[in-house]
């Protein structure tokens, strides 16, 4: 099949969920849920996320993932299931494949993640200002995080902080991922094979390069049109599992470029939130009907992400 098709999606305003009347964040909840609802996705514009700050990162994090090998390894740790520091290039894969993605990248967690049962940050250390703005960035992330979490429980009816407490000391990743030019004919891999993200939502600025698509009703592959700056939001499986699927869990990927642009490289910085391990995903009874009953098991959020690490190929 080829893609022919390219969408633009909706946008939500988040001036009106900072700083508007009732009526209108009653208006940002409804554009951002009901395109949650019918993409899986949505775009966020005049978001609070620091252009700034991410400008200088990029170029921090194109500096860290030139450097040789044997440097970045030096902040790989082992036994981490690749959920801290620096993970190699091909070492994860999609779920329903064997083949390891053309990426490599970094995660940072909760800065202070310790103290809640966490595993530490690897500090890079060159280059300079890399892991603090890595961590200032996780803060701005996580804040972006909740208030959407705010307006997607106001979409669902539910209390309005039903989510506050469940995310605010979650177990999130800031991912910093480096796809490198393609110097050859890949053999089968593309840059990020079809997927769905394992957490509540992921929140993605959009940086250096096109690519990603995601897959409609008709199980088309379509290109997304993404605005440099704009922020980029998708639901996750453990939110499409408590709401029984009214939220879906889109399939995306990030395909590779055309040949004549194989020189260039791409960075993406996802920011996937994720809720405390203890979070319970049952499905709720008000997503159950006899038409609709619970299309997944009950598993917490803890479990079902280790499981999921198994799947692509970060934890054994």
């Known amino acids: ?5 390219t969408i633009e999606l909706p946008q939500a305003n988040y001036q009106l969920w900072q700083s508007g009347d009732d009526a209108q964040r009653a208006e940002f909840s409804k554009t951002f849920g009901d395109s949650c609802r019918e993409h899986g996705f949505v775009t966020v514009v005049n978001h609070a996320i620091s252009a700034e700050k991410l400008d200088e990162y990029y170029r921090l994090a194109r500096e860290f993932f030139n450097y040789p090998t044997e440097e970045k390894l030096a902040f790989h740790k082992k036994g981490s299931n690749n959920q801290r520091g620096y993970t190699p290039f091909g070492t994860e894969h999609a779920k329903q494949s ?15 993640g310790a103290g809640f049962g966490y595993p530490e940050n690897i500090a890079i250390t060159k280059p300079a200002r890399f ?8 803060v ?10 705010r307006a997607i429980a106001m979409y669902l009816d539910f209390e309005f902080d039903f989510f506050t407490p469940l995310t605010d000391t979650g177990n999130s990743i800031f991912r910093t991922i480096y796809y490198p030019p393609i110097k050859a004919e890949p053999a089968s ?11 509540l939502i992921t929140l993605l600025v959009s940086g250096s390069s096109s690519g990603l698509q995601v897959k409609n009703t ?9 605005i440099p700056g704009q922020l980029t939001i998708n639901v996750g499986d453990m939110l499409m599992r408590m709401t029984n699927g009214y939220l879906p869990s889109t399939t995306h990927r990030v395909k590779n470029p055309p040949r004549e642009e194989w020189h260039n490289d791409r960075i993406s910085t996802p920011f996937f939130l994720h ?21 997944f098991d009950p598993i917490s959020a803890g479990d079902y992400l280790d499981q999921r690490l198994r799947e692509i190929g970060l934890a054994k």
Request: zero cysteines.
């Open 98 to 112: 064997e083949v390891a993605d053309l990426k490599e990248f970094v995660q940072h967690g909760q800065p202070n």
């Open 131 to 138: 892991h603090q703005l890595a961590e200032e960035l996780y």
């Open 1 to 5: 099949m080829t893609d022919t098709t």
């Open 218 to 226: 008709r199980d088309e592959w379509v290109d997304v049109t993404l």
């Open 140 to 149: 701005e992330y996580q804040h972006m995080g909740i208030e959407l979490m």
């Open 189 to 199: 891999a593309i840059r990020a094979e079809a997927h769905e993200d394992i957490n």
């Open 275 to 295: 809720p405390i391990s203890e979070m319970d995903l049952t499905v709720r009874n008000e997503f159950v009907s006899d038409n609709n009953p619970p299309r």
